[in-house]
């Protein structure tokens, strides 16, 4: 269901097909169905992307909203960010 939504509105998924999905396709004989494309390379970067957020959901004055104005949210998620990054380095 959710991936005829994604294709009625024209968005491009990058979620892997899960197993028993393609067990399903595959038991439905000849006919298969057309599996589903899947851009490892695309998910990598989506990958990248969600653990920085869950990250960035660690710092709790930005996971719960605490700021009442947007420039200061941000000003909190810049912050947040130069301190994940100083301490990969």
């Known amino acids: 269901g959710f991936r005829a939504y994604l ?7 990058t979620i892997p097909e899960k197993t028993d999905q393609q067990r399903h396709r595959h038991n439905r004989g000849r006919r298969r169905g057309r599996p589903p ?35 200061s949210y941000e000003a909190a998620v810049n912050l947040a960010s130069f ?7």
């Open 37 to 71: 494309r899947f851009d490892r390379e695309t998910y990598r970067q989506r990958n990248i992307v969600e653990r920085c957020f869950n990250r960035l959901k660690g710092f709790r004055g930005i996971a719960t909203r605490y700021d009442k104005t947007a420039t």
């Open 7 to 13: 294709r009625k509105r024209g968005i491009a998924h």
């Open 83 to 89: 301190l994940l990054w100083a301490r990969s380095v």
